[in-house]
T-cell receptor, first 114, second 111 residues
C-alpha cells in the first residue's frame, strides 16, 4: 500500500493567495484527519471526517480554513486568504474503524506564506 | 482527555536501553495509553498502545503500573535511527476519535 498521499509536499505562496492542500487516504480507511504542526503550538487536530462526513471542526482556526471530503479517496484543506501565520506543516492521517485503531499519517505539506 | 507530562528531551548512546516516562494523573477508567514516534520531516507513527500492566511488540515495551497514573515507554538497545520525538497520548480511544498530542520527548541518540 502506498500509504497516505499528500500533495503538494512543499508550497510557497504570498499572503492573500488561496492555498489548497490535498490528501488521499489509505484505501479502505473510513476516517480522515487534518493536523497542523508548528514549533509554537505543536501538533494540533484541525478537523476530522468519518465516512466522508465532517465530525469535529472545532480545531479549525477561523473561517479562512475549510475542508472537504467529496469521496472516500480524496480530501482537501483550503486556506483563503492565506496569512503568514498559517505557515506550518499540515498532516493528513487516515484510520480504519474507531478510536482505538492506529492513525496513519502522511508525509505532510510544508506551507510557507510570505 | 487526560493531560500528560513527559520530559522535554533525553539523550542516550547507541546500544543503551531508553525509558521515557509519561505522567497522566487524571487518567480515566476507559482511557488507553498510546505512544507515537515522529522522525524529522515525517508524520507521527504509532509505536504501542496499552491499558494496564505490560505490552510488548517488536519495537518497544510499555509498562503501566496498577494505578495507571504513569507509564513508561522502553526502547531496548537504541540506535542512531531512534532519534525522534516520542509522544504519549491518553484518551478514551474506544469512544473518541481525537488524538491530543502534547509536546513530546525529543530523544537524541549519540554514537
Amino acid at each position: 500500500d502506498a500509504g497516505v498521499i499528500q500533495s503538494p509536499r512543499h508550497e510557497v505562496t504570498e499572503m492573500g493567495q488561496e492555498v489548497t492542500l490535498r490528501c488521499k487516504p489509505i484505501s479502505g480507511h473510513n476516517s480522515l484527519f487534518w493536523y497542523r504542526q508548528t514549533m509554537m503550538r505543536g501538533l494540533e487536530l484541525l478537523i476530522y471526517f468519518n465516512n466522508n462526513v465532517p465530525i469535529d471542526d472545532s480545531g479549525m482556526p477561523e473561517d479562512r480554513f475549510s475542508a472537504k471530503m467529496p469521496n472516500a479517496s480524496f480530501s482537501t484543506l483550503k486556506i483563503q486568504p492565506s496569512e503568514p501565520r498559517d505557515s506550518a506543516v499540515y498532516f493528513c492521517a487516515s484510520r480504519v474503524g474507531t478510536g482505538r485503531e492506529t492513525q496513519y499519517f502522511g508525509p505532510g505539506t510544508r506551507l510557507l506564506v510570505l | 482527555l487526560a493531560k500528560t507530562t513527559q520530559p522535554i528531551s533525553m539523550d542516550s548512546y547507541e546500544g543503551q536501553e531508553v525509558n521515557i516516562t509519561c505522567s497522566h494523573n487524571n487518567i480515566a477508567t476507559n482511557d488507553y495509553i498510546t505512544w507515537y514516534q515522529q522522525f524529522p520531516s515525517q508524520g507521527p507513527r504509532f509505536i504501542i498502545q496499552g491499558y494496564k500492566t505490560k505490552v510488548t511488540n517488536e519495537v518497544a515495551s510499555l509498562f503501566i503500573p496498577a494505578d495507571r497514573k504513569s507509564s513508561t515507554l522502553s526502547l531496548p538497545r537504541v540506535s542512531l535511527s531512534d532519534t525522534a520525538v516520542y509522544y504519549c497520548l491518553v484518551g478514551d480511544t474506544k469512544n473518541t476519535d481525537k488524538l491530543i498530542f502534547g509536546t513530546g520527548t525529543r530523544l537524541q541518540v549519540f554514537p
